[in-house]
């Protein structure tokens, strides 16, 4: 995914951010973006970007039909604070952005420890692309993103994707690029996915890609 023209996205300097989230502005800062994916024969899927503490979380879920306002997670992002090399991106900023071919999307940065992180999330059709980054300048204990899985869901599992049953609604399938493992591990019931191959010179740029796809019930 190329990014194109962030429409009013200025990112601040890293020392701007509070250890208690909040931001050396004049103004508050919004708190939530929302980007929806549509299938046939499927209620839609919400991704939410909301502030929790310092950062960002991301909880993927649908609508309830009694009461719109409430989201019924099926995943959300796991966030370690005050960790070096976070279980997620640390995203302490975020903006929307029009994106490659005119596609509206969000993208996120932040930082732990001495790295940068930064994320961009597109909605294409019926699927959200997904592309991190990190810029680091010494060996990584870990880089990646990982989402815990709401114990309600039935999860399958291959090499190649991993498929959440969302009941009667629709199954919801992560799928990763050539260059990016995907991992299911059943006992924490969390994905993850990270880089395949590890950076061999430093100061290096690591980038992990990652599809959520929506797809109707077979």
């Not at 796991?78 to 997620?88: F, G, I, Q, Y």
């Not at 260059?179 to 061999?200: F, K, M, N, Y």
Request: proline share 7%.
């Amino acid at each position: 995914m190329t990014l194109g023209r962030c429409a009013g996205f200025q990112p601040q300097g890293f020392d701007n951010i509070m250890n208690d989230g909040t931001e050396s502005t004049p103004s508050a800062p919004q708190r939530s973006w929302t980007l929806q994916l549509s299938a046939p024969d499927c209620r839609p899927l919400d991704l939410v970007i909301c502030r929790a503490g310092d950062r960002f979380l991301q909880t993927i879920g649908q609508r309830s039909s009694a009461d719109g306002d409430h989201l019924q997670p099926i995943v959300r992002s796991l966030e370690t604070a005050d960790a070096a090399w976070p279980a997620s991106p640390p995203l302490q900023q975020v903006d929307s952005c029009e994106l490659s071919a005119g596609k509206l999307g969000v993208v996120a940065v932040g930082l732990a420890g001495r790295s940068h992180w930064s994320l961009a999330v597109v909605e294409a059709g019926d699927r959200w692309r997904f592309e991190a980054a990190c810029r680091v300048t010494t060996p990584p204990d870990w880089l990646g993103s990982t989402y815990q899985v709401d114990p309600e869901y039935d999860v399958e599992s291959t090499d190649q994707q991993i498929e959440i049953l969302v009941a009667d609604s629709g199954r919801l399938r992560f799928v990763a690029n050539a260059a990016t493992r995907l991992h299911w591990d059943a006992d924490s019931r969390q994905i993850r996915c990270e880089p395949g191959v590890a950076a061999t010179r430093l100061p290096a740029t690591v980038i992990w890609t990652y599809e959520a796809i929506w797809l109707p019930n077979s």
